[in-house]
T-cell receptor, first 115, second 110 residues
Framework: GAGVSQSPRYKVAKRGQDVALRCDPI?????LFWYQQALGQGPEFLTY????????KSGLPSDRFFAERPEGSVSTLKIQRTQQEDSAVYLC?????????????FGPGTRLTVT | RKEVEQDPGPFNVPEGATVAFNCTYS??????FFWYRQDCRKEPKLLMS???SGNEDGRFTAQLNRASQYISLLIRDSKLSDSATYLC???????????FGAGTILRVKS
């Protein structure tokens, strides 16, 4: 079946622009995670949804970052007024479980470059 | 101190060699541990879960040492296709999230 998909795969933004990154989780997966992966680092947790509820946003680096999942399926991560330090790969992962959600399937990521 | 630490490598090994990586974690209450593999410019993919009794899958063996708070991954008979970054991940039950290390780079050469 289809895996997690993300779009766009690559995004170049000028500093100060707003960007929106989309994640389509595996159908039926209730839990959805966003991670940020800087070059040479592991994925760092940003935020977590269970269905449409955002249960944890403790990893969002600033109030310029905003995520939503209004209907409990597709999710969008929005970054306002992008800065150079936002350049990274943004990974989305989904899990079929509500708890014990360590069995996660990752999408291919969106590589964001802020110039 | 980072929650999950790994030697970044790279580990350069010849085909057929045995190689082992360790990963240390800081939270003694952690219960669940995983190894992910990440190819260049690709997403992480779950390689193995790490059980308290150890876990073996073909050429790959994962071990947990709770007393010293580390997990290990052993790869026997390395193949060129094993070249990748190996990410260690620890499950934070209270936060319902995975915490990843920075990864260890493995390069297998012919």
């Amino acid at each position: 079946g289809a895996g997690v998909s993300q779009s766009p795969r690559y995004k170049v933004a000028k500093r100060g622009q707003d960007v929106a990154l989309r994640c389509d989780p595996i159908s039926g997966h209730v839990s959805l995670f966003w991670y940020q992966q800087a070059l040479g680092q592991g994925p760092e947790f940003l935020t977590y949804f269970q269905n449409e509820a955002q249960l944890d946003k403790s990893g969002l680096p600033s109030d310029r970052f905003f995520a939503e999942r209004p209907e409990g399926s597709v999710s969008t991560l929005k970054i306002q007024r992008t800065q150079q330090e936002d350049s990274a790969v943004y990974l989305c992962a989904s899990s079929r479980w509500r708890t014990q959600t360590y069995e996660q399937y990752f999408g291919p990521g969106t590589r964001l470059t802020v110039t | 101190r980072k929650e999950v630490e790994q030697d970044p490598g790279p580990f350069n090994v010849p085909e057929g060699a045995t190689v082992a990586f360790n990963c240390t974690y800081s939270n003694s209450a952690s219960q669940s541990f995983f190894w992910y593999r990440q190819d260049c410019r690709k997403e992480p993919k779950l390689l193995m879960s790490v059980y308290s009794s150890g876990n073996e899958d073909g050429r790959f063996t994962a071990q947990l040492n709770r007393a010293s708070q580390y997990i290990s991954l052993l790869i026997r008979d390395s193949k060129l296709s094993d070249s990748a970054t190996y990410l260690c991940a620890v499950w934070e039950e209270y936060g319902n999230k995975l915490v990843f290390g920075a990864g260890t780079i493995l390069r297998v050469k012919s």
